[in-house]
């Protein structure tokens, strides 16, 4: 006499799922882990900020630019040695650190270079991209690693 109540094994309600998530974190730490090692293999090293510069929010500021917009040309500390400047043709990168300024060591000529870029040649018009104050900042800051005094007007308004 079979009693339909008392099936030998009743199956499992849910039959259990193969173990994807483990494989899913694997691979996205596998990702991060990557994409860590590359960024940090790419980055170049940065050094300390020049003297006079670290206690200075507006010249702070103009680094944060320079860091994160200029170095890949320029090279971490201005020298011209970024890892973009060798290899194309057109004017070479020039040394930021010299206190030789090709285009004018006045206020207003760098901010030009800054703004208007140099055509035909590698250095893009900054702009359209960058606030006016990081413009300034960052022209305050291509003075600081010049070892040049930074003139006092970048700091305020417009200078010309
Ligand atoms: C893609 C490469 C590249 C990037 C990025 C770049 N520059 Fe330049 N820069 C150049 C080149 C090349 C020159 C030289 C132009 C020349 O000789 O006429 C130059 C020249 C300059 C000069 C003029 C130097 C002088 O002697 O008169 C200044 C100032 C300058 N860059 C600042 C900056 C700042 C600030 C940034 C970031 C906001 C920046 N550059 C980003 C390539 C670059």
Same mark, same amino acid.
């Given at each position: ?54 206690? $200075?929010?507006?010249?702070? &500021? ?35 650190? $010299?206190? &030789?300024?090709?285009?004018? $060591? ?24 960058? &606030? $006016? ?24 308004? &417009?200078?010309?």
């Amino acid at each position: 006499m079979s009693n339909p109540e008392s099936s030998p094994s009743p199956a499992p309600a849910t039959s259990s799922p193969a173990p994807v998530l483990p494989w899913i974190l694997v691979g996205l730490a596998m990702l991060l882990i990557s994409g860590a090692v590359g960024y940090f293999s790419f980055v170049p090293e940065v050094e300390p900020p020049p003297p006079g510069v670290a206690g $200075d929010p507006f010249l702070m &500021e103009g680094r944060a630019v320079f860091l994160s917009r200029c170095v890949p040309c320029h090279g971490p500390s201005g020298r011209g040695d970024g890892p973009m400047a060798s290899g194309f043709a057109g004017a070479q990168v020039g040394d930021l650190t $010299d206190g &030789e300024w090709k285009h004018g $060591d006045k206020p207003g000529d760098v901010l030009r270079v800054i703004r208007a870029g140099v055509p035909g040649t590698r250095m893009a018009p900054w702009g359209p991209l960058l &606030e $006016d104050a990081q413009i300034r900042a960052v022209a305050g800051y291509c003075y600081a690693l010049s070892r040049l005094p930074v003139p006092d007007e970048l700091r305020e308004a &417009e200078p010309n």
